[in-house]
């Protein structure tokens, strides 16, 4: 699959929605000749994935905000009204969902099939070294430098979660820098 256009959260559930509804599911029949499976057009996988994320963001708006508007019947715009519908709440809430928005976004992009292109460039939250392997068996992050290691020697694994909250925590910082 190929990187959208725009690299965020939103873009890339556009394009998981887009490519979904492009590119039905396929199978072998019995004379293995690939067709179109009538029963699960489209691949429900990613279907649960799209709304499970919608269903999130909205969940953690309407916590926030909860005289919101209707949430948005086009998903990938579901990013724009949350940041509406919380604008005026505390900070608390808007980094909690800068970080659901991020670990989202890195989460369509491990399902595109693009994790070297969003996990690779991230930093060990540990050891603050580059070279993070995403281990989808695991469904976390793993540190390839050989000296970060937790107690009983295994390799540093981070969850996307970890990843989002430490990415959206230096962006704060930078920003605090930036106008001081």
């Known amino acids: 699959m190929n990187q959208p256009e725009a690299d965020s959260a939103a873009a890339r559930l556009r394009y998981l929605n887009e490519y979904l509804l492009e590119h039905p599911v396929t199978g072998p029949t019995e004379g293995r000749t690939p067709t179109r499976t009538l029963s699960t057009p489209i691949s ?8 499970a994320s ?12 909860p005289a919101a508007r209707q949430a948005p019947s086009q998903a990938d715009a579901i990013y724009d009204w ?8 505390d900070e608390e809430v808007q980094q909690r969902a800068a970080v659901i ?3 989202q ?3 369509h992009a491990i399902r595109a099939g693009d ?9 060990c939250p ?18 390839t430098n050989t000296e970060c290691v937790d107690r009983d020697g295994m390799s540093t694994t981070i969850t996307l979660a970890r990843l989002a909250h430490e990415h ?7 920003r605090q820098v930036r106008t001081t």
């Not at 292109?117 to 930093?123: A, T």
């Not at 540990?126 to 392997?133: A, D, I, N, P, V």
Request: hydrophobic share 35%; charged share 30%.
């Open 101 to 103: 928005e991020y670990r």
């Open 168 to 174: 959206i925590a230096s962006r704060k910082k930078l």
């Open 82 to 89: 949350a940041r509406q519908h919380t604008e005026h709440a």
């Open 54 to 65: 919608v269903r999130e963001v909205i969940a953690h708006t309407r916590k926030a905000n």
């Open 115 to 123: 994790w070297r292109k969003v996990i690779r460039p991230q930093r």
């Open 105 to 107: 976004y890195l989460e």
């Open 44 to 51: 429900l996988g990613t279907l649960s994935h799209i709304d």
């Open 126 to 143: 540990e050891c603050r070294t580059f070279g993070l392997m995403w281990q989808a068996g695991m469904q976390q992050a793993l540190c």
